[in-house]
T-cell receptor
Framework: DAMVIQNPRYQVTQFGKPVTLSCSQT?????MYWYQQKSSQAPKLLFH???????NEADTPDNFQSRRPNTSFCFLDIRSPGLGDAAMYLC??????????FGDGTRLSIL | AQSVTQLDSQVPVFEEAPVELRCNYS??????LFWYVQYPNQGLQLLLK??????LVKGINGFEAEFNKSQTSFHLRKPSVLISDTAEYFC???????????FGKGTTLSVSS
């Protein structure tokens, strides 16, 4: 019954080694979001797709990229992860004006 | 620009006691308001939402919230908490017909026996 699915739940990568996190949805929502949540902090929006239109937050580092090949899937690429990128990454979806539905997140660790 | 202030970072309570988690927001436009709950190592789950209509909103798990436009508040309440309510609670706001959610910093609710 999971509607927003994030894989993997836990990801370990090496400093500087590219990593990709994935998100899929069965809700057919037109908007998909990526948030970064560091320990004991609120989620911080990195970017979102409104249909195929990509919207980057002004303070999202260039190190973070995203792809949305179709309605159901969205990927977060971190080109050269640094120690400060260790966090929980949350994917969410919504339909116009409706509440966002969140996945369970991917916890990223950097060695 | 919108902002959300959750006035208490931690709220410890005893089981079966009432609880109120406070949230104030600021915005120059009409907004939607939300409360989300996050259990350890999980994503955010929607507790309740105010979009329009009645200012008293009932959500899941026995929680309710009241939208007060004059005080720009959206406080979350539960008359009798359970141990299982221990979690992080986030208040959030979005513009009407907007897409971005602005979150408060969260309130840790700790329920003990």
């Amino acid at each position: 019954d999971a509607m927003v699915i994030q894989n993997p739940r836990y990801q370990v990568t090496q400093f500087g080694k590219p990593v990709t996190l994935s998100c899929s949805q069965t809700l057919n929502h037109n908007v998909m979001y990526w948030y970064q949540q560091k320990s004991s902090q609120a989620p911080k929006l990195l970017f979102h797709y409104y249909d195929k239109d990509f919207n980057n937050e002004a303070d999202t580092p260039d190190n973070f990229q995203s792809r949305r090949p179709n309605t159901s899937f969205c990927f977060l690429d971190i080109r050269s992860p640094g120690l400060g990128d260790a966090a929980m990454y949350l994917c969410a979806t919504s339909r116009d004006g409706q509440p966002q539905h969140f996945g369970d997140g991917t916890r990223l660790s950097i060695l | 620009a919108q902002s959300v202030t959750q006035l208490d970072s931690q709220v410890p309570v005893f089981e079966e006691a009432p609880v109120e988690l406070r949230c104030n927001y600021s915005s120059s436009v009409s907004v939607y308001l939300f409360w989300y709950v996050q259990y350890p190592n999980q994503g955010l789950q929607l507790l309740l939402k105010y979009l329009s209509g009645s200012t008293l909103v009932k959500g899941i798990n026995g929680f309710e919230a009241e939208f007060n436009k004059s005080q720009t508040s959206f406080h979350l309440r539960k008359p009798s908490v359970l141990i299982s309510d221990t979690a992080e609670y986030f208040c959030a706001v979005s513009e009407v017909r907007g897409t971005a959610l602005i979150f408060g910093k969260g309130t840790t609710l700790s329920v003990s026996s």
